[in-house]
C-alpha cells in the first residue's frame, strides 16, 4: 500500500477535455442530412439506383470526417491552491483577485456581478484562458476562438474549468467498461 508521501509525489492537478468543431456550418450540413436519411429510409425506392440511403449516408461520413478535421480538443487543468514552482498559472484565489465584482454609482454591487461576487465580464474568459493547457495559444488566438465559438461551446470551456476548480473531482466509473468485463468473465 502506498504511503501518503507516496501518493502526493504522484499527485497531478485534474483535468478535463472540451472537444469543439469550430467549422459549425458542418453541423447545420450534418443535421439536414441526417434528415434526408431518414426520409430516404421511409421510402422505399422506385428505381434499380434504390432510394439514396447509399449516397446520403456516404455524405454523412464524409460530412462526420471533415467534422473530425475541424474539431479541436481542449485540456483544461485545474488551478493549484498554493503556488507552485513548476506551475506558472496563478492561483485560484489570485485569479478571484483579479476580478472584484463592479459597483455601480451607489456603491453597491451590480446585479450581473452578485451571483458570485466577481466581475462576470472578465473573470470567465481569464478562467479559460488560465485552465487551458492544450493547445499552446497566444492573445490573438484567444481572441479569434472566442470570435467564432457559440455561446453554447463557450458555455463547455467555461463549465469545465469552473468544474475543475469549484465541482467535487470523483472517481470515475465506466459502467459499459464493467458490463464487458462481467461479460468476458462469463465466458
Not at 143 to 165: C, T
Request: glycine share 4%.
Amino acid at each position: 500500500m502506498s504511503s501518503i508521501k507516496d501518493k502526493i509525489a504522484k499527485a497531478r492537478l485534474p483535468e478535463r477535455t472540451v472537444q469543439l468543431c469550430l467549422n459549425g456550418d458542418l453541423v447545420a450540413e450534418h443535421e439536414e442530412a441526417e434528415r434526408e436519411l431518414e426520409q430516404a429510409q421511409r421510402n422505399p425506392g422506385n428505381s434499380l439506383a434504390g432510394n439514396g440511403a447509399a449516397a446520403i449516408a456516404e455524405r454523412i461520413e464524409a460530412l462526420e470526417a471533415e467534422m473530425r478535421e475541424s474539431t479541436e480538443t481542449f485540456v483544461l487543468r485545474a488551478l493549484p491552491q498554493k503556488k507552485n514552482p513548476r506551475d506558472d498559472r496563478p492561483t485560484w484565489r489570485e485569479l478571484l483577485e483579479r476580478h472584484p465584482p463592479r459597483r455601480g454609482d451607489d456603491g453597491e454591487i451590480i446585479e450581473a456581478d452578485k451571483s458570485i461576487l466577481l466581475d462576470t465580464s472578465t473573470f470567465y474568459e481569464d478562467m479559460i484562458r488560465v485552465c487551458t493547457v492544450s493547445p499552446e495559444m497566444d492573445e490573438d488566438d484567444w481572441e479569434k476562438l472566442f470570435g467564432v465559438i457559440s455561446s453554447s461551446q463557450y458555455q463547455d470551456l467555461h463549465m469545465a474549468a469552473w468544474l475543475l476548480n469549484r465541482g467535487d473531482i470523483n472517481i470515475p466509473f465506466s459502467l459499459a467498461a464493467s458490463r464487458m468485463r462481467r461479460a468476458t468473465a462469463d465466458e
